[in-house]
């Protein structure tokens, strides 16, 4: 983005039509609020990234909880598996 707004104002002193100009000033405008709503995005995925990973580790820790128990039972049965 910073290159394409660089690249306007140097092309004002080169041999840039109006209409050219007219078109990477749309195109800009255009990219950047692609590039805000893809950050946006971006952010939302992260969150629901972290929120999924904390509930793979509290499954998991019931998981190992309950194979604790089942593992206990077992023993008091006299049924090691």
Excluded: C, W, Y
Excluded at 3 to 29: G, H, M, T, V
Excluded at 32 to 47: I, V
């Amino acid at each position: 983005m910073k290159r394409s707004e660089e690249f306007l104002e140097n092309a004002a002193a080169s041999e840039i039509s109006p209409e050219q100009r007219k078109q990477f000033e749309f195109e800009i405008s255009r990219l950047k609020g692609e590039l805000e709503s893809l950050s946006a995005e971006e952010q939302q995925r992260q969150t629901a990234e972290m929120e999924a990973e904390e509930q793979l580790r509290t499954e998991q820790a019931k998981l190992s909880g309950l194979e604790e128990r089942v593992d206990r039972l077992e023993n008091e049965l006299g049924n090691p598996h």
